[in-house]
């Protein structure tokens, strides 16, 4: 990004307006109806594209839907395996191998189950299938067929140890029919995926893949939308602020949002949750951090009604 306009940034984000429009976005947070109450008995599956994303959306809807008593599973779609300046810090060298990559692979692998864990989800409600972190797109377009190859780890299979299908080959193909496993190993009542706002692309690629497949299923009433990349520095502020509230991501604000309220202890879970992503914490912790809020943020739509709406014509 050229100097100039990281000064513009700079300066905008500065601007006390925009400490106006934040106290905007509280009213209307403060506005918002709560998300419907979970179930005891209710099966909610949350479809995370790397480790770290379900704890960062939704710990705080993990934790109340297993005290009300649903059953809660996680599914993780890449290792999170494709984040050079992670894999050079936590294997100690300037430039990471495909080795490297793919030891960064399997430490946020363990990284996730020891969050899933701090959040009550046991290892057997947990599901890694290993695709490349950076691919889904690619998987979803020109290779869902071909097996891709991810340039970082140099693997065109599942190599992650505990994965779902192991060696299952990089396409799209393959992505789907092990989502399709899960689909039906869990028969969710519930189902909370990025939304296609998401500003990463693996999210919003997630996101399309999700419809597709809960709409060939007539299921797609079951989705709820999350976003973690919401747009120009969202969440702010940046850092642990455990009594702010989270405001409505700026890429995806005409959402019909609802929210859950976390109790401190929840937080505090929440907190404990994320810590557990080391590998991501000593690089990004207040980004991380910037989600342990006072609510969560859920959709029950995929897109705002009025986009959904045909074009208004004239008279
Ligand atoms: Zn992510």
Not at 45 to 69: K, R, W
Not at 165 to 187: I, M, N
Not at 190 to 218: K, W
Not at 263 to 273: D, I, N, V, W, Y
Request: proline share 9%; with cysteine; glycine share 6%.
């Amino acid at each position: 990004m050229p100097a100039a306009v990281v000064l513009v940034l700079a300066a905008w984000i500065n601007l006390p307006l925009l400490s106006q429009v934040f106290d905007q976005s509280s009213d209307v947070v403060a506005a918002l109806p709560q998300v419907t109450a979970f179930k005891r008995g209710q099966r909610l599956l949350v479809l995370s594209p790397h480790p770290d994303d379900e704890t960062l959306c939704c710990a705080g809807m993990i934790q109340q839907a297993q005290a009300a008593g649903a059953a809660v599973y996680i599914v993780w779609v890449t290792a999170g395996d494709g984040f050079e300046v992670a894999a050079a810090l936590s294997q100690r060298t300037l430039k990471p191998s495909i080795h490297d990559m793919r030891a960064l692979g399997q430490l946020r692998t363990n990284e996730a189950h020891r969050a899933s864990a701090v959040l009550g989800v046991p290892l057997g409600h947990t599901f890694m299938l290993g695709y490349p972190d950076g691919g889904l797109f690619a998987l979803f377009t020109t290779n869902f067929e071909e097996p891709y190859t991810a340039p970082r780890t140099g693997a065109a299979k599942v190599y992650v140890t505990g994965a779902l299908t192991p060696s299952a080959p990089f396409s799209g193909q393959s992505l789907e029919a092990d989502l399709e496993k899960v689909l039906s190993t869990v028969q969710p009542d519930l189902v909370l995926a990025p939304a296609p706002q998401d500003f990463h692309p693996d999210h919003r690629t997630l996101s399309y893949i999700a419809l597709r497949l809960l709409s060939a299923r007539h299921q797609a009433s079951r989705l709820r939308f999350w976003v973690v990349h919401g747009g120009l520095e969202w969440p702010l502020p940046k850092g642990l602020h455990p009594k702010l509230a989270l405001t409505l991501p700026p890429l995806a604000a005409q959402l019909p949002w609802t929210q859950v309220t976390l109790t401190p202890g929840q937080e505090t879970l929440k907190a404990r949750a994320t810590e557990q992503y080391q590998s991501q914490t000593r690089i990004m912790s207040r980004f991380m951090h910037s989600f342990v809020r006072t609510n969560e943020l859920l959709s029950p739509e995929a897109a705002a009604e009025e986009r959904l709406s045909p074009p208004k014509t004239s008279p």
